[in-house]
């Protein structure tokens, strides 16, 4: 339902306050309705009902309780001895116990120097450029010459590092230099 505001009629003034009566002439209280509603007869049965109900049901729980059957007191319970405890079928518990394990350290092969590669590139002024990067980082790099099946190619390399721990350092430092994408090899150059 559309409604018009431009049209709406503003609100009524609220009328003049009514000249009260003085306190005479109020009715005292002899004269007040006794507005307050008896409970009807179904609700006050049924209340009755519930409460005779629950401490009915309270009276029999502790009867209940109390007619527990006592057990006779001259009557005595025979205690049956125990029969003997069967030998063990297994000795692995022994053996366990007595037993030692000889473990062979294997000693640590000489790791391989590690190389990282940054780039590989067809030409020598693009592996130049790779390596103008690296030298912004903090890092030294080579470039290698490499002939191979499909023609020569420029190799951006750093290290060689004496172990995996180092070579890892370093490809993380070129990392955080914005350098994403080095791998590090297992190489040595001839």
Not at 34 to 59: D, K, W
Not at 138 to 151: C, M
Request: hydrophobic content about 40%.
């Amino acid at each position: 339902m559309a409604v018009d505001y431009a049209k709406k009629q503003p609100p009524k003034r609220k009328p003049a306050a009514k000249k009260r009566k003085s306190p005479a002439a109020k009715p005292r209280g002899g004269a007040k309705k006794n507005n307050v509603e008896r409970p009807s007869i179904g609700r006050v049965v049924l209340t009755l009902l519930l409460l005779v109900g629950f401490v009915s049901l309270l009276v029999w729980l502790k009867v209940k309780d109390n007619s527990a059957p006592v057990p006779a007191s001259g009557t005595a319970i025979e205690e049956t001895p125990l029969p003997e405890m069967p030998k063990e079928e297994w000795s692995y518990i022994e053996e366990l116990e007595n037993k030692e394990v000889e473990v062979v350290v294997p000693e640590r092969a000489e790791s391989a120097p590690r190389v990282i590669q940054c780039g590989s590139f067809r030409t020598e002024s693009d592996a130049e450029a790779m390596r103008a990067q690296i030298a912004f980082i903090g890092l030294e790099a080579q470039i290698r010459a490499t002939e191979g099946s499909n023609g020569l190619w420029y190799r951006v390399v750093l290290g060689p590092f004496e172990n995996q721990r180092v070579a890892q350092s370093t490809n993380h430092q070129l990392q955080r230099g914005g350098m994403h994408g080095c791998q590090i090899w297992n190489w040595t150059f001839d």
